[in-house]
């Protein structure tokens, strides 16, 4: 593929009319990326139980995810980057067939160790390998998706189309576990919705590759960070900041792709934002990390494994669902900023933790994972936009990538550290997660932008 399309100026003062995205284009684009949240969120729903069958402690079924977690942190801003200069189509097809291949040979090799052709640790390291292509080349999808849309959607349009992408996460968070205990098969059992998930991802592969036409930018990528789906009346500042800069600067909306300056971590505009999104995303992994064990003991499902799907799943998808409210209802209708948003979300959260830490059925259980999750739904997109509101217009491609692995690196210890010290005694572990929450509250009260001045950068 060629880098530029000959037909395009690489340098110019204007920027290049976007072409329409079809809505058959758009609906494809929105079930790459819900394949792959359906898809987590509903091994998520089953993984407990298949460790609980394969008789192994709960803290190695978390750090067989340690490995994947900590590929998507290094490689997720690589991809973002090539998305940029090698077409953004190319890149969401890697991300779908590191999803497949991880899913199918993920859902292999648990058949086998359930099956007892291999012991449990050896079924983990092979587990563990297969789901590192997920984290190794999944994570080319979301900054793909992100950067075509942007690219191919007008200005006025654009905020709308962004938040519509970022909602197929959402979605798909609410779909995966609800379909879980659905998935699973006399056949193949608990990993049933390994197999569903990877067939899926092959249709939605093989409709990108006929339906979605080759891109080749001639700029740089443009839009909110997916992960923030803050609606126009939520934050109205982002467009109003990137027609100001486009004003200022001239040939921001121009630049080639050569010219995209190379965006740091250690950049003190993005400092205050990053440890908040690094501690409150500990803080969530944990949570998520520990609640599918810790329903399995308080209902008194360690004996019954499978039994354990349907509750384990029904409650994922009531947080999944609390975190929609917040992110499509609460936010726009509050109008929150992004200090507001991630300090009272981390707030809110710390109360759902509490809340369900000393429940003892599975109605209190779910009402407060809803409401920690809501908490959660409210920090996560605060967290995202004030770091995209704190750059450029040129470096929204690469803040996409940035907070990707931020959100990555969170995965990498977070769920086997809290699993670990909830198998100790389960009130260190909610003690831990407070802990965190509280210093996200602290650091974001004295370090985060007020809102009133992210507002005003126009």
Request: charged share 10%; proline share 6%.
């Amino acid at each position: 593929m060629a880098d530029s399309d000959p037909a395009l100026p690489t340098h110019s003062t204007i920027e290049p009319p976007a072409q329409p995205i079809s809505r058959g284009r758009m609906v494809l684009l929105f079930l790459v990326m819900l394949v792959t949240a359906a898809g987590n969120t509903a091994m998520q729903s089953v993984m407990p139980s298949v460790g609980t069958a394969l008789g192994v402690a709960d803290v190695w079924i978390s750090i067989a995810y340690t490995w994947s977690a900590l590929l998507w942190v290094i490689f997720a801003p690589i991809w973002a980057r090539r998305s940029d200069r090698r077409g953004r189509k190319a890149m969401m097809a890697i991300g779908l067939l590191g999803f497949i291949a991880s899913f199918a040979l993920c859902g292999l090799v648990l058949m086998f160790g359930l099956w007892g052709a291999m012991s449990a640790a050896t079924t983990l390291i092979f587990f563990a390998a297969a789901r590192s292509l997920y984290g190794g080349f999944g994570s080319a999808a979301p900054p793909a998706v992100q950067a075509y849309v942007a690219s191919r959607t007008p200005r006025a349009e654009r905020t709308q189309a962004m938040a519509l992408i970022a909602s197929s996460f959402g979605l798909g968070t609410v779909i995966g576990p609800a379909l879980a205990p659905l998935l699973i098969f006399p056949a193949t059992g608990l990993v049933g919705p390994f197999f569903a998930f990877a067939l899926v991802g092959v249709a939605v592969l093989v409709a990108l590759r006929l339906r979605l036409p080759d891109d080749t930018p001639s700029y740089a990528a443009r839009g909110q960070v997916i992960a923030a789906p803050f609606s126009a009346n939520s934050n109205p500042s982002v467009a109003r900041e990137e027609d100001g800069e486009e004003r200022a600067h001239g040939v921001a909306a121009a630049t080639g792709p050569e010219d995209i300056p190379d965006l740091s971590w250690r950049d003190r505009r993005l400092r205050p934002w990053l440890v908040a999104g690094l501690l409150g995303g500990h803080a969530q992994a944990a949570t998520l990390g520990i609640i599918g064990f810790f329903i399995l003991d308080r209902l008194g499902l360690r004996d019954d494994p499978a039994g354990g799907t349907g509750p384990i799943g029904l409650i994922l998808m009531c947080g999944a669902i609390a975190t929609l409210l917040a992110q499509w209802g609460l936010i726009p209708m509050l109008k929150l900023g992004p200090r507001a948003s991630t300090l009272w979300g981390m707030a809110l959260a710390m109360v759902g933790v509490l809340v369900f830490s000393v429940a003892q059925n599975l109605h209190t259980i779910a009402l407060g994972f809803a409401v920690a999750s809501m908490g959660f739904g409210l920090y996560r997109p605060g967290f995202t936009a004030g770091a995209s509101l704190a750059v450029t217009r040129a470096e929204q491609g690469q803040i996409g990538g940035i907070v990707a692995s931020v959100n990555g690196a969170a995965y990498i210890v977070a769920p086997a550290a809290g699993v670990w010290l909830y198998g100790h005694h389960q009130w260190i572990g909610f003690a831990a997660i407070c802990v965190l929450g509280a210093a996200v509250f602290v650091v974001g009260w004295r370090s985060l932008q007020a809102d009133e001045t992210l507002e005003a950068r126009d």
